[in-house]
């Protein structure tokens, strides 16, 4: 019989450490890093955090050469490949640098505006302070600091990595060290373990398939995972992404090169309120994510209906498995390898949800029409729509066919394909 991993309870948003030191008092954590330009005046600076803020961990940090540029790449989730040692980045400068772990007692979150235009749910006491600190200087940038909670734990949990936070959150005095490492993962994962504890922090996430068997050595198969954001997955993960299709890499597991894709809300590769959906609905199996029972099943049969040209048998016998198993006496009689049967199976399915078709930015993906066909008639029930009712769709029909031919023309870069996700 096909089961998951016991069902485990799935982490809050925050790792449990982090609840218990907040107790019953609405606190908030952030981090603030002062580059090497601004270290001619951190003692001012510090002291103007500790007047501030509890500071609970204060930190040298040394990188090596040959992450360096790596390491700023994915602390401030930019796509990247492999990068070598170029000379020193003029806004970071050379380490060490000052890494301060503060809690705030009393925050006072809103919506700020950043430096990269986006507006997001921030500590204003936090940015004020970054802001004020950064006026001492001419040049600019000589001092960071998390806007928010997603940014704190992302960060922190990169650059110190799980134990020395856990370490710093849990004692009861503030924790001062040099720390020589690069981020987690700079030189590669030793199994995955290692970067699902870091993914289990930055991102929502799951595996959508194949999970029984993670692959760990190179030519025995990939990974595919669904997110919420695939460059923050991506940069946590310490994927090296392809030039023009970031959504996909290859990431370091024992020394062996795994391809992986990273599929994310709004790509087309999955119905965006489906994929919305999978990811709330998600369920622990060992350490990491994967989909909830009827979600595995329904997007596995969409996954070889649509994107593939034929049906593996080992997806054949897992399907039948799981629909025993949830004792789906209607999935006794349908033939997978049937293009028509299926389809409307699946185009039921995503009726009855309120899905609807898209085709995926991934060019790559194959795409059955036979199936795709069925999926894409509309769901407005048009022959009852009448006469009038076929007429006001047709200015919808022409936008889409508009759109179709655009879409399959342009080929997505990294900024068109940031887009898509925001």
């Known amino acids: 019989m096909f089961k998951l991993a016991k069902k485990a309870r799935e982490p ?26 601004g270290r001619s005046k951190e003692g001012e600076i510090v002291e103007g955090i500790r007047r501030n803020f509890n500071i609970l961990g204060d930190y040298n940090i040394y990188w090596s050469e040959r992450n360096y540029n790596r390491n700023i790449q994915r602390l401030y989730q930019r796509p990247s490949g492999s990068l070598e040692f170029k000379g020193y980045d003029r806004k970071i400068g050379k380490p060490p640098f000052r890494f301060i772990i503060v809690e705030d007692l009393e925050p006072q979150y809103t919506l700020i505006r950043n430096v990269s235009g986006n507006i997001e749910l921030s500590n204003r006491n936090i940015v004020k302070k970054k802001y004020e600190f950064r006026a001492w200087f001419d040049k600019a940038y000589q001092v960071h600091s998390s806007n928010n909670y997603e940014e704190f734990i992302f960060q922190t949990s990169l650059v110190l990595g799980s134990e020395l936070l856990r370490e710093c ?12 490492k690069d981020l ?55 994927v090296y ?9 290859t990431i370091d597991i024992a020394g062996n090169t795994i391809p992986v894709d990273i599929r994310f809300v709004g790509d087309g590769y ?25 979600d595995l099943f329904f997007s596995l049969l969409y996954h070889c209906k649509v994107h593939k040209s034929r049906v593996g048998e080992n997806y054949v016998a897992l399907l039948e498995e799981i629909a025993r198993e949830k004792q789906w006496g209607w999935y006794q009689d349908v033939n997978v390898h049937d293009n028509v049967q299926v389809g409307g199976l699946l185009k039921g399915y995503l009726k009855s949800n309120n899905y609807y078709y898209e085709k995926p930015i991934d060019v790559g993906v194959h795409i059955n029409k036979e199936v795709v066909k069925l999926l894409s008639e509309s769901m407005f029930g048009e022959r009852e729509l009448g006469v009038f009712g076929k007429m006001a769709m047709r200015p919808v029909r022409l936008a889409n066919k508009v759109l179709r031919k655009v879409k399959d023309q342009v080929k997505p870069t990294f900024n068109q394909v940031g887009k898509f996700i925001h």
């Open 184 to 238: 987690e993962g700079a030189n590669g994962w030793r199994d995955w373990n290692e970067p699902f504890e870091v993914l289990n922090n930055c991102v929502k996430y799951l595996v959508l398939r194949n999970f029984e068997n993670l692959p760990v050595r190179s030519g025995c198969g990939d990974v595919d995972f669904l997110c919420s954001d695939f460059q923050k997955l991506a940069s946590a993960a310490n």
């Open 270 to 294: 999955y119905p965006c309120s489906w994929e919305k959906d999978m990811l709330e609905r998600r369920k622990k199996h060992e350490n990491f994510f994967v989909p909830e029972l009827e």
């Open 241 to 249: 992404q392809k030039r023009g299709r970031p959504y996909k890499g």
């Open 12 to 37: 809050a948003s925050e790792p449990a450490l982090l609840q218990e030191r907040r107790g019953v008092v609405r606190r908030d954590f952030s981090c603030f890093a002062i580059w090497e330009g």
């Open 169 to 180: 959150l849990s004692s009861d005095v503030p924790i001062k060290k040099d720390i020589h």
